[in-house]
């Protein structure tokens, strides 16, 4: 045995897994530890916040409210009510807001209607008749991809956090159970249409979210997989987590048909530069105008001022984003893929040789008398449903209520106090974690989202003693040897940084769901174990 508590065998083996299969290992010695001592056990494995927003759930179920007494007003028999009818719910909806002053979340969803018909230009029994029937949930999806109201909701919310105040041309949504189903849905999209080949080049920005590096690893995709690494570091050997130029420049190469990237990062949480951003859009123009774009969002705000690469490069990218991280809502499994009217995609459907035309009307030729003419948004709805259940696609209008009002919230004056509450408690639990390490061996940015940091142990030893020492770690250790110590001796559960691609002695830790003075433990438990490698370095120079 080690002092991690486990062989130096086993470190290797499990090493080998990905950093969310090691944490079930990791889990289980800290929760060990737990049990024969007194430590807390301390998990920041999983990015699953410990806040949630509460206004737009107190709307939900004021809706729900009204919604049942539309449902009972049309028919009444014990347990049995009827559809809510459309005409007329303005006026009804009025006069349950004025019965009803004192119920949780009936000001704030009074509010979130007039949002609706003052600043979208709803009109208003046709918008409340559809919020109380999404919440009743007694018709499937209508149209499938999404309902009408709240493409225009998530439009304005998109366009308000994600494309810097106003997005390029109409954009279309395809709500989807989480950013989860969103990738899965485009990987699979894109080779059944015949964008993308098994074997194509891709290219991904890294480190990466650990699935983004799997699945292209898959026998279906067998992508042959260009990293553009986030490797830029400071005069004092600091890791700033940006992209070199001559990195960004492997994307010119034509035969890199698609790009996959995490904007802000993860685990580094870094919004990619104005100056990255402009030279991907300049490479699109110039070099490579059939470059496919799929970027995942989902800490876009936690950035303040963020700009999607789809504000950049409107034409070729795919945006994925989620509700998740934000409203502390992963459970709830709501995502989206906002697309361009005016794509490349669809270009590139266009422009398919013939056979493959034939092949593709044959697979859709039941959805449209002409399904060549299929947009690209619409065959990832009917390739979710395997073709055949399209009819019935689409994400669960209950769903796609809560995506509306966790929108609309954001859209008021609450929904950005929100934001910035969110905002001070990430950087706060980052401030503490540094603090209890002992030394701030990370890069100042702006553009830094706080949901995660990514700490490179060599640079920590480096400023914890000398060089010396960082070159005896790497030469003595396995990189994940501090994640097993302290899982073992602290209950301490952090995530190796090399399973997303990042320098392999690096470590993701969560910002997002411990107790802020959590962090500072963890940072004096990872000041503790560099003093145990120190005191180990010492002996061996005696």
């Known amino acids: 045995m080690t002092s991690a508590g486990v062989s130096l065998s086993k470190i290797k083996e499990w090493s080998a897994l990905s950093p969310f299969e090691l944490k079930g290992e990791l ?85 979130m209607v007039d949002y609706g018909v003052t600043r979208l230009k709803f ?23 999404v309902l009408g109201h709240c493409q225009e909701v998530v439009r304005a919310y998109l366009a308000k956090e994600m494309y810097g105040g106003k997005t390029p041309g109409r954009v279309d949504v395809f709500p989807t159970e989480g950013g989860t189903a969103a990738m899965c849905y485009l990987f699979d999209t894109l080779v059944t249409n015949g964008i993308l080949h098994k074997g194509d080049t891709i290219a991904l920005m890294t480190p990466i979210f650990t699935p983004y590096i799997e699945i292209p690893e898959l026998e279906r995709y067998s992508f042959d997989v260009v990293q553009v690494k ?6 004092e050997g600091v890791h700033m987590w940006r992209y070199p130029d001559s990195e960004i420049d492997r994307l010119a190469d034509p035969k890199v048909k698609a790009l996959m990237l995490v904007n802000p990062s993860n685990p580094p949480s870094m919004a990619l530069s104005d100056r990255v951003r402009d030279r991907i859009a300049d490479i699109v123009r110039t070099r490579n105008p059939n470059l496919a774009i799929i970027t995942d969002d989902v800490y876009g705000t936690f950035v303040p001022g963020f700009r999607s690469l789809a504000a950049t490069c409107p034409r070729n990218t795919a945006l994925v984003y989620s509700w998740s991280k934000h409203y502390g809502a992963t459970a709830h499994r709501l995502g989206v893929i906002a697309l361009a009217e005016d794509n490349v995609f669809d270009k590139m459907l266009a422009k398919l040789p013939k056979a493959k035309k034939e092949e593709l009307a044959e697979r ?15 065959r990832l709805v009917a390739d979710s449903r395997s073709v055949a259940l399209n009819h019935t696609a689409g994400l669960s209008t209950g769903q796609q209520t809560m995506m509306m ?15 910035e509450l969110l905002r001070t408690i990430v950087h706060r639990r980052l401030d503490l974690l540094m603090e209890g390490i002992g030394v701030h061996h990370i890069s100042d940015d702006p553009r830094r989202a706080c949901y995660y940091v990514e700490l490179d142990i060599l640079a920590e030893a480096e400023a914890f003693e000398s060089k010396e020492f960082a070159e005896y770690l790497e030469q003595n ?23 997303f691609d990042g320098p392999g002695w690096s470590v993701r830790v969560s910002l997002a769901n411990l107790d802020d003075l959590d962090y500072l433990k963890i940072g004096h438990h990872l000041h503790s174990i560099m003093g145990e490698y120190k005191d180990e370095w010492l002996k061996t120079k005696k």
């Open 123 to 145: 009109d208003a029994d046709a918008w409340i008749g559809e919020l109380t029937d999404a919440w009743i949930g007694d018709h499937y999806p209508d149209p499938p991809r």
């Open 230 to 235: 986030a490797d830029m570091m400071t005069e």
């Open 364 to 378: 859709y030729r039941t959805l449209a008398p002409r399904p060549g003419k299929i947009k690209f948004i619409d």
């Open 477 to 499: 250790y396995e990189p994940t040897d501090v994640e097993f110590r302290l899982a073992h001796q602290s209950s301490v559960v952090l995530l190796n940084g090399g399973g």
């Open 27 to 111: 889990i289980a010695l800290a929760a060990d530890t737990h049990k024969k001592s007194a430590a807390q056990l301390l998990n920041t494995g999983r990015g699953n916040p410990n806040w949630i927003a509460t206004g737009p759930r107190e709307a939900y179920l004021a809706l729900g409210a009204f919604a049942l007494q539309e449902s009972r007003r049309v028919w009444t028999m014990d347990n049995l009510g009827g559809m809510p009818e459309a005409a007329g719910s303005a006026v009804r909806f009025d006069r349950f807001c004025l019965a009803n002053p004192g119920m949780a979340g009936v000001r704030l969803l009074r509010d």
């Open 405 to 419: 009002l966790f929108s609309l919230f954001d859209l008021l004056p609450e929904g950005q106090e929100y934001k």
